[in-house]
């Protein structure tokens, strides 16, 4: 197996501007101007940007821009493999902020390495960290949850892991959408703290800061507009759970008829069910069944 880096293209994944075009690190102006070829997702929205920067669409083999979205970001892999393989280098860029996070990009790195290619990125902008930073809630642990499924069963079951999640939890949505999740999210857990990021780093940037039932009401009768991140606290970590309701749950469990049960297996389900550690619940288990 040829180890990642060893062969001489390089894959760049490029963060742009999500608003602002002087948010574009130096380096990224210099990597997109030197590149041999540049995926993005719309050939379009880059050749403006590099219109924008000065830089030339075109090189010295023709339009350096590779359309790279969701739909065919594996079939262009091949395609960009050969490029690495002459000693290219390859530019990855998104629309807006920094590709691979919610956005096409991640096939193409796991190809890029497996084929043994060097992989490095020119960081910047991001929706998704520029969001959380502002929002005011924690950020010691966060998770990403992208854009929610619209409609069904699937959408309901992510919503619930994001209200059950202790961990901050940023949502990428459509903004005819926000008004709708907000209402999901008030009807389980109405005061659940949100932040509503709108249109970062642009000239009409806002971010609302309050509970998911204030948030519904405030932007029922102002829908948001344009590009919108939200951010969502995580769940309260449980109360404590005391000695006795502890004991009391243990003699629950051996009373239903699962006494045949090994203590061990007995401390493994309790301690998930009651967010207690294992070690604690095993040795009240061991403590009840040396009295009983």
């Known amino acids: 197996m040829t180890a990642a880096g060893d062969r001489p293209g390089r894959l760049v994944l490029v963060a742009t501007p999500i608003g602002n075009l002087g948010d574009l690190a130096p380096r990224g102006r210099s990597l997109l101007a030197e590149a041999d070829l540049i995926c993005c997702e719309d050939t379009r929205r880059t050749r403006a940007l590099l219109a924008a920067l000065g830089v030339p669409a075109g090189g ?10 969701g739909h065919n970001e594996h079939e262009r892999i091949p395609r960009v493999l050969a490029a690495l393989e002459g000693g290219g280098t390859v530019a990855v860029v998104s629309d807006a902020g920094t590709p691979g996070i919610s956005d096409p990009g991640a096939a193409l790195v796991e190809a890029a390495i497996g084929g ?45 892991a994001v209200l059950r999640d202790p961990r901050t939890t ?29 249109e970062l780093t642009k000239v009409h940037e806002e971010v609302w800061r309050g509970t998911v039932d204030d948030a519904v009401r405030a932007f029922e009768v ?27 749950a243990v003699r629950a469990r051996l009373d239903e008829g699962r006494a045949g049960e090994g203590s061990r297996h007995v401390a493994d389900a309790l301690a998930a069910e009651l967010g207690v550690g294992r070690r604690r619940v095993y040795e009240m288990v061991l403590r009840i069944r040396a009295g009983s």
Do not use: N, W
Not at 130 to 153: D, I, N, Q
């Open 60 to 69: 010295a083999t023709g339009d350096r821009l590779l359309s790279l979205h």
């Open 116 to 160: 043994g290619y060097a992989v490095s990125t020119v960081p910047g902008p991001s929706s998704v960290l520029g969001a959380l930073v502002v929002s005011g809630l924690r950020t010691e642990r966060f998770c990403v949850e992208g854009f929610l499924p619209r409609k069904g069963a699937a959408r309901r079951g992510r919503l619930d």
């Open 170 to 198: 940023v949502v990428l949505e459509a903004p005819g959408r926000v008004v709708s999740t907000l209402r999901d999210l008030a009807a389980a857990d109405p005061r659940r703290r949100v932040a509503v990021v709108r």
């Open 222 to 248: 102002r829908p948001p507009r344009g590009e919108v991140v939200l951010v969502v606290d995580g769940a309260p970590a449980p109360a404590p759970v005391a000695d006795e309701a502890l004991a009391e």
